[in-house]
C-alpha cells in the first residue's frame, strides 16, 4: 500500500438533511466541513432488525484522526486541531481519552 493510498477511504459519507440546513453546520469553515466530512466517513456502522427490516445503524464506536491523515486531505496541523476543538465545541463531536 503506498502512502497515497494509505489514508484512503473507502466508506460512504451520509448527511441527513437536517444537519445540512443546521445553523452549527453553517458555521463551519471550509476545511471544517472537510473534517467533518471524513469523521462522518470514519464511522462504524452495522446492520441492525428495526421493526422486522435490517437496517444499518451506527454503532458510536470511537475513532482517531491523526495530523498526518489531515496532511493527506490539505489540511495543515494547526488548522485540524482548530477543526477538532471547533466540532467538539459544536457538538458534532466528543473527545474521550
Same mark, same amino acid.
Not at 497515497?4 to 448527511?15: S, T, V
Not at 489531515?70 to 488548522?79: P, V, Y
Not at 466540532?87 to 474521550?96: E, K, P, Q, S, T
Given at each position: ?15 441527513e ?30 446492520? %441492525?432488525?428495526? *421493526?422486522? =427490516?435490517?437496517q ?5 464506536? &470511537? /475513532? ?12 495543515? %496541523?494547526?488548522? *485540524?486541531? =482548530?477543526?477538532?476543538?471547533q466540532?467538539?465545541?459544536? &457538538? /458534532? ?5
Open positions: 500500500m503506498t502512502n497515497n493510498n494509505k489514508y484512503k477511504i473507502r466508506n460512504k459519507i451520509l448527511i438533511p437536517d444537519l445540512f440546513y443546521s445553523p452549527a453546520f453553517n458555521k463551519l469553515s471550509k476545511s471544517g466541513i472537510k473534517t467533518l466530512l471524513r469523521c462522518l466517513q470514519k464511522r462504524k456502522w452495522e446492520k %441492525t432488525k428495526i *421493526h422486522g =427490516k435490517k444499518n445503524v451506527y454503532t458510536n464506536e &470511537g /475513532f482517531i484522526f491523526p495530523y498526518a491523515e489531515a496532511a493527506f486531505l490539505g489540511i495543515g %496541523t494547526t488548522q *485540524h486541531w =482548530k477543526n477538532i476543538r466540532l467538539i465545541a459544536i &457538538g /458534532f463531536l466528543d473527545l474521550v481519552y
